[in-house]
Each structure stands twice: as C-alpha cells, then as structure tokens.
C-alpha cells in the first residue's frame, strides 16, 4: 500500500505543478497531503505491530 500511496502522491505533484487550473491545483495537493496523512498512519500500525515500515515515511 505505501508504493500505490507514494506513487499517487509523486502523480499528484505532476499534476499540481502542470496545470494552469486553480481548482485542479487545490485538488492534487489536497490528495498530496491525504496521501502522506495515510502513509503516515499505516507506518505508525507496522510500527506498533514490531514491523518495519517499507519506506520513510
């Protein structure tokens, strides 16, 4: 799940600095930081679990 995250989040950057669209712009960053937000979390569950997260996140 953290490459599917991490690959929408590097997309989304692609898409926020391409656009001349200021609501396309609000949009993928909004996805930027939910994406993080969720990486995040599921880094935090591994971590409580004794595993370790597959990257840094």
Do not use: K
């Amino acid at each position: 799940m953290a490459i599917h995250h991490q690959h929408a989040v590097e997309l989304s950057f692609i898409v926020r600095d391409r656009t001349g669209e200021e609501d396309v712009r609000t949009l993928a960053q909004g996805m930027v930081e939910g994406q993080r937000s969720e990486m995040e979390l599921m880094a935090d569950m591994l971590r409580r679990h004794r595993q370790r997260p597959p990257c840094p996140c």
